[in-house]
């Protein structure tokens, strides 16, 4: 069974680079058909997708976030890794990373759901000085 797990610093100085990581076990980030996704969650708001790469290496980012986003991968770690600049205090929120199937990007894309794919547990993000 897949398990993915998030890991990073839990808190970010204003202007800084937020940098996540997240280890996969139980299937390789190569597989044909899924989507490596970041999702997260703000305080008090709904789930947003922020961006994805693909087993074939392409990836695609939320609009609003693209100029200052960036998820790259590392095969023989079997890692993908956000790296989110320039943050600011909303940038704050629980993120996830997830394993999506083709079938579901497209909602995960417009409105993410835990019930779609393989979901880690989350890790807290704050950004504060």
């Known amino acids: 069974q897949v398990q993915l797990q998030e890991s990073g610093p839990g808190l970010v100085k204003p202007s800084q680079t937020l940098s996540l990581t997240c280890t996969v076990s139980?299937?390789?980030?190569?597989?044909?058909?899924?989507?490596w996704t970041w999702i997260r969650q703000p305080p008090g708001k709904g789930l947003e997708w922020i961006g994805y790469?693909?087993?074939?290496?392409?990836?695609d980012y939320r609009p609003s976030l693209k100029s200052r986003t960036s998820i790259s991968r590392d095969s023989s770690k079997n890692q993908f890794t956000l790296q989110l600049s320039s943050v600011t205090p909303e940038d704050t929120a629980v993120y996830y990373c997830?394993?999506?199937?083709?079938?579901?990007?497209?909602?995960?894309?417009?409105?993410?759901?835990?019930?779609?794919?393989?979901w880690g547990q989350g890790t807290q993000v704050t950004v504060s000085s």
């Open positions: 139980g299937d390789s980030i190569t597989t044909n058909y899924y989507y």
């Open positions: 790469i693909h087993n074939s290496g392409r990836t």
């Open positions: 997830a394993r999506v199937p083709s079938s579901g990007i497209s909602q995960i894309v417009v409105a993410p759901s835990r019930t779609t794919g393989y």
